[in-house]
């Protein structure tokens, strides 16, 4: 089974994303929706998706697990709640109680924009990341070069918790950022409960003139760090689209691979996920 691992929709005809107010993020302003992103799987013979939030909000937390529900490939969600507050607990039971709560599979939030590099390492962050542990959740971590290390201290605090970390913590290829990216980086791969995503790196790079050639030595650095066993691919659509279309990303990530691998292709994210089969 290929399983992309990191995909999104958006519906910015009756919602309001504050992240896309950037003007070059222009082109995303449309919506992108389950018939869209349909026929491209299909194509690209993906089978399942994580469906993952860009929104800090409950309501939409609730409205991507109703699509899952209905859109036949939608396998887990990675969902939103506010971990600071006291409630998180409940909050989370009232989410997997819902009749389509069993696709609540994880949680993120866009740590990146905090204006606190240490954000997630407030007590209160660490108390709603002990309700998700205890639930037997994943968390996704979306961080920066900035945010490395107080992700690494995360990790190292909940032993139990499986964590994720998105788009290999977002490198600046595009300016060719290595040495910084890959130092706060490696002390990560010691840790066994985390795992990584080999997705939304052509919007690292430069959006008109990337080449597969430029997203390779990362995804080389992940493999030779994490493993295949701990890899795994996702597309990041719609976003990706600013620079690349679908079946563009996934080439570029088989392209790279030093050869075929249903686990990053697959497996892993089936394992990690805890996905029905």
């Known amino acids: 089974m290929v399983v992309d691992a990191h995909q999104h929709f958006l519906f910015p005809s009756r919602v309001h994303y504050p992240w896309m107010e950037d003007p070059t993020l222009a082109p995303l302003r449309r919506d992108f929706t389950p018939d869209d992103l349909r026929p491209l799987l299909e194509a690209c013979g993906v089978e399942r998706t994580v469906l993952v939030q860009t929104r800090s909000s409950l309501e939409e937390t609730r409205e991507l697990l109703r699509i899952a529900a209905e859109s036949g490939f939608v396998a887990g969600v990675v969902g939103w709640v506010d971990l600071r507050d006291p409630g998180v607990g409940r909050v989370l039971d009232e989410l997997m109680a ?42 996704d971590l979306l961080v920066r070069t900035r945010e490395l290390p107080a ?20 490198p600046n290829i595009a300016r ?9 980086l490696e002390p990560l791969a010691e840790q066994p409960n985390l795992w990584v995503k080999l997705s939304g790196l052509v919007t690292e790079a430069d959006w008109r003139r990337w080449k597969p050639e430029d997203l390779a030595p990362y995804i080389h650095k992940a493999l030779e760090l994490f493993g295949p ?7 990041d659509w719609p976003v990706c689209t600013l620079a690349a279309e679908y079946p563009q990303v996934k080439e570029a990530l088989e392209q790279a691979l030093p050869s075929p691998d249903p686990r990053i292709m697959g497996e892993n994210a089936v394992r990690v996920y805890r996905l029905p089969a």
């Open 98 to 139: 819902l009749p389509e709560g069993r696709y609540l599979v994880g949680l993120r939030h866009q740590v990146h924009d905090e204006p606190d590099p240490d954000w997630l390492l407030l007590p209160e962050v660490q108390r709603g990341l002990a309700a998700v542990a205890e639930r037997g959740l994943v968390y």
């Open 229 to 235: 066993a701990r890899c795994m691919f996702g597309s």
């Open 151 to 170: 992700a690494l201290a995360t990790v190292r605090r909940f032993p139990e918790l499986r964590f994720v970390l998105d788009h290999l913590a977002k």
């Open 176 to 184: 060719g950022q290595w040495e910084d990216w890959l130092e706060r």
